[in-house]
């Protein structure tokens, strides 16, 4: 029996996301959720895709990691998936960040463990969760291929000129401070599946793709190779997110400690947790603020116009650094639904060659589609992520060898 199906694995601090593909369709078997471990109410829902398998949920107490990974085990067991199956090729991990070493999807064996590690006071909140989801799942299954996909991979290529701070040098260097840009499986899936929609090579386009979640970042990508990203050492830099800040002078860290006095840790809170479009609203949902705005909502609307200014002016930036652009991609829970925002942020933009048609700008649908009007200069397009995807096809061609990456 070929072994052709990936277990993509993707462990936060207390939740574990999961989904069963398999790569000769490149079709879903399983997907589910482990929400709240540690927690007195930790729960699991688990839906499996294949014949008339419904929704199951387990609500009992989740511990740790441990306990979440043998409870997703004995679920996919009960539909015949178990981790034991000889049909499972290997597990596809999400791993947040790889520094400046993980260029590409790595099968994981000790020292790479041991690099992951290393890494975790630039991924505080990341890097642990997802070195305890891979040991958890070698354990279970210590012959299966366990596979490390890197959020930062895709930017490796940043020419220094862009990964650069204008800092000290041996600063930087000996604290490792630099870009690594996030999201980079999102943005490599959607730059090229963008340039599938427009009938072209990856190689043969130049496409600025908006992900725009409850993180948001952008990136630049010539010809298939992204040479710029709006998150930096850490997500918080660039966009106006859902709860982060993006950009802000750094300054203002100096003052609220001198003025403020607050602590790191307190404005880190800040930065991350209580700015963004929660900060200037108290809503970082964008349909809750569009219904806000409807009835006249004055912060709801600043939000609004702040969120899409950022936008704009990263749009115009990455523009600047591609010299031609052919696409812009929208993507994520905002770019893939929120019309206002694609039609705001592509608005007075017609001398960079950017327009979108408010027709098919407010078709709602789940394919990559174009809605700039024909024949525009720069097609505009919203192109839905698939995060899961990406990393189970970089997994198999990777334990597979067969180069099917896409
Ligand atoms: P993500 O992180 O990609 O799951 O995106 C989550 C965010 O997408 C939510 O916080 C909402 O702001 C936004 N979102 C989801 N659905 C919609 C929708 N139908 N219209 C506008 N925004 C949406």
């Known amino acids: 029996m070929t072994a052709t199906r990936v277990l993509v694995l993707n462990s936060g601090s207390s939740s574990v996301k999961y989904q069963l593909l398999d790569m000769t369709d490149d079709s879903r078997l399983a997907t589910g959720l482990v929400e709240r471990i540690g927690e007195g109410t930790s729960r699991l829902l688990h839906t499996p895709l294949t014949g008339e398998g419904a929704e199951r949920a387990r609500h009992e107490p989740i511990p740790d990691h441990a306990a ?103 600063t930087a260097d000996s604290h490792r401070v630099r870009r690594y840009g996030f999201h980079g499986t999102s943005h490599a899936y959607v730059s090229r599946r963008t340039a599938r929609l427009l009938g072209k090579r990856p190689d043969e386009v130049n496409v600025i793709v908006l992900h725009l979640g409850n993180g948001a970042s952008a990136s630049a990508v010539r010809g298939g190779v992204c040479v710029e990203t709006s998150m930096g050492l850490t997500p918080l830099e660039g966009l106006v997110m859902g709860t982060r800040s ?15 006095g607050m ?63 052919d696409a812009v991609a929208f993507t994520a829970g905002v770019g893939e639904n929120s019309a206002p925002v694609r039609e705001a942020t592509a608005g007075g933009l017609e001398g960079l060659g950017l327009a979108v048609d408010p027709e098919l700008n407010a078709i709602r649908g789940e394919e990559p589609r174009l809605i700039s009007p024909a024949g525009s200069r720069v097609a505009v397009a919203v192109v839905p992520t698939d995060e899961e995807l990406e990393i189970a096809r970089q997994t198999y061609s990777l334990v597979a060898g067969d180069g099917t990456s896409t």
Do not use: W
Request: hydrophobic content about 45%; proline content about 6%.
């Open 263 to 325: 602590s790191v840790d307190e404005i880190d809170t800040l930065l991350n947790k209580r700015s963004g479009l929660v900060g200037l609203c108290g809503d970082n949902d964008m349909r809750e603020i569009r219904r806000r705005i409807e009835q006249g909502d004055g912060a709801a609307r600043l939000a609004f116009d702040v969120y899409v200014h950022r936008l704009k002016k990263y749009v115009g930036a990455y523009v600047a650094v591609l010299g031609r652009v």
């Open 68 to 170: 979440a990974l043998k409870a997703v085990a004995s679920e996919l067991a009960t539909d015949g998936m178990g981790l034991d199956s000889p049909r499972l090729a290997a597990v596809g991990h999400r791993v947040v960040h790889g520094g400046r070493r993980f260029t590409e999807p790595t099968v994981v064996d000790e020292p790479v463990l041991r690099e992951i590690e290393r890494l975790i006071p630039v991924a505080p909140l990341h890097n642990p969760a997802n070195l305890r989801g891979i040991r958890t799942a070698q354990a279970m299954n210590p012959r299966l291929p366990q596979v490390a996909v890197f959020d930062t991979a895709f930017h490796t290529t940043l020419p220094e000129h862009a990964a650069r701070y204008a800092i000290d040098v041996a």
């Open 246 to 260: 993006g950009d802000i002078d750094p300054a203002v860290i100096f003052h609220l400690s001198r003025v403020a």
